[in-house]
């Protein structure tokens, strides 16, 4: 554990951590479920540029309860053994923030108006391998 917190910080005493042969892989995330109520049908847990609903409509007077998980995170830290001076980590961490398409572009089957409530998308957050050498350190990725 800790040559993996030497290469990719030290947080992560408490994560769980594998080892296979010489390679260690430790997981670690969380999940954040969130629930929203607002008086209106105006916006889901991602307003973005959504209008707001007139008052006399059946959006503007009847409220909306929202659930989600989409800010949950899930991550892989995975380190290699050392190779004659060379250190090698890598790091994938995803979560559910993607974009997702307007229902004029997705096909028919899945068009229901919310396609930002019932299909977040899941997608790579940060994604890079480090090499580190006596002399210089390569970080490769986002």
């Known amino acids: ?3 993996l917190a030497d290469s990719s910080g030290a947080r992560g005493g408490d994560d769980a951590t594998v080892t296979v042969g010489k390679f260690a892989t ?3 995330g969380f999940v954040e479920a969130d629930a ?3 008086r209106t049908q105006s916006f889901s847990d991602v307003a ?3 209008q707001v609903a007139t008052p006399g409509s059946y959006a503007g ?3 909306r309860a929202t659930f989600g998980v989409r800010n949950s995170r899930i991550g892989f830290r995975i ?3 050392e190779f004659h001076g060379l250190r090698a980590n890598a790091v994938l ?3 559910f923030l993607g ?3 307007t229902d004029r572009e997705r096909p028919a089957v899945l068009r229901d108006g919310g396609s930002d409530v019932h299909h977040p998308t899941f997608r790579l957050r940060h994604g890079y391998l480090k090499l580190e050498t006596p002399i210089v350190d390569v970080l490769f990725g986002q």
């Open 1 to 3: 554990m800790r040559d």
């Open 48 to 50: 973005g540029n959504g």
């Open 36 to 38: 929203i109520w607002a």
């Open 61 to 63: 007077q009847h409220g």
């Open 79 to 81: 380190k290699a053994p």
């Open 99 to 101: 974009a997702t398409a």
């Open 26 to 28: 430790t997981l670690y």
């Open 93 to 95: 961490e995803m979560d």
